[in-house]
């Protein structure tokens, strides 16, 4: 069974169909990318999976709890957890203070049972890990507004796996970035995978193609195909979608 089920999914800005009966889904494990061109619908389908945005119409299933309807944070509580375009990090706190405010958000109810001293303790050592687990553990004490974009990036993602989802949603983590900080993302991510599904909207098709496992492509707001990154790269109704800047990116990155 899939871990994720959208099932005719429906989105309408007045007259615009911007999410027109869309089903997909997302297996376990998998990192499943989602691109297509701009105005696809690739931040729209992410916002009514995220609670952000309502339905219309559909249903969305996050393994096998009905998620239509509810708010944003009780998806959070089933789950689902994201990365937005812009960084939610709090730029004034460092790094260290960032994380451990978000392992304490996500603190469950067997650290109430723990005595403060050990509480802070358990809150701090998983904080640490956290630091560990996207490569700031040496800019704990930096003030967060002062790291490098690509080292705020990592940042976010930390925030949004201190919820230990089952499902990561990353809405373009490689926006803006450079080709050094674009490659150590796509290692972040690789890392990430063991412990949770991702589901990745991202231009880069480079690193697309060597993160995704299977591929959907949007266009005006309907899915197009989905495959492996073989089968997307000779779709000729992908190329011809495609046609102009991206399709030479494409091309760069087959
Ligand atoms: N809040 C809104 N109100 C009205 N129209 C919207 C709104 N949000 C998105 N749209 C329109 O819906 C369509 C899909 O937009 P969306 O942002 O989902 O595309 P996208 O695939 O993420 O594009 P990009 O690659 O540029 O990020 C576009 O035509 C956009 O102008
Ligand atoms: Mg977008």
């Known amino acids: ?54 339905a219309d119409a559909g249903t969305l299933v996050l393994d096998g709890v009905e998620l239509t309807g509810l708010p944003p944070h009780r998806r959070v509580a089933c789950g689902l957890s994201r990365c937005f375009q812009v ?19 996500h603190a469950g109810s067997s650290f109430r049972m723990l005595r403060s ?7 701090h050592a ?48 490689m926006a803006g970035m450079g080709p050094v900080e674009s490659a150590e993302m796509v290692r972040l991510i690789r890392s990430l995978r063991q412990d949770m599904a991702i589901l990745l909207i991202e231009h880069d098709m480079d690193a697309v193609f060597q993160l995704a496992d299977r591929i959907s492509v949007l266009v005006y707001g309907k899915v197009l195909t989905c495959g492996t990154a073989q089968e997307i790269k000779a779709n000729p109704q992908v190329q011809e979608v495609y046609l102009g800047s991206e399709a030479d990116a494409m091309e760069a990155a087959a």
Do not use: C
């Not at 998983?126 to 560990?132: F, I, M, N, V, Y």
């Open 1 to 54: 069974m899939s871990l994720l089920v959208a099932n005719q999914l429906v989105k309408r800005f007045g007259a615009l169909l911007a999410t027109d009966h869309v089903s997909f889904a997302v297996d376990r494990g998998e990192v499943h990318a989602l691109i297509g061109p701009n105005g696809a619908g690739k931040s729209t389908l992410v916002n009514l999976i995220s609670g952000l945005l309502s």
């Open 87 to 105: 960084t939610s990090i709090f730029p004034q706190q460092s790094v260290g203070e960032n994380l451990l405010l978000a392992v304490q958000a």
């Open 117 to 123: 001293r050990d509480r802070d303790a358990a809150l």
């Open 126 to 173: 998983q904080a640490r890990d956290l630091a560990r687990r996207v490569h700031l553990e040496s800019e704990w004490l930096r003030t967060a507004g002062t790291l490098p974009h690509g080292a705020q990036r990592k940042l976010d993602v930390a925030l949004a796996i201190a919820a230990r989802p089952k499902l990561l949603l990353l809405d373009e983590p």
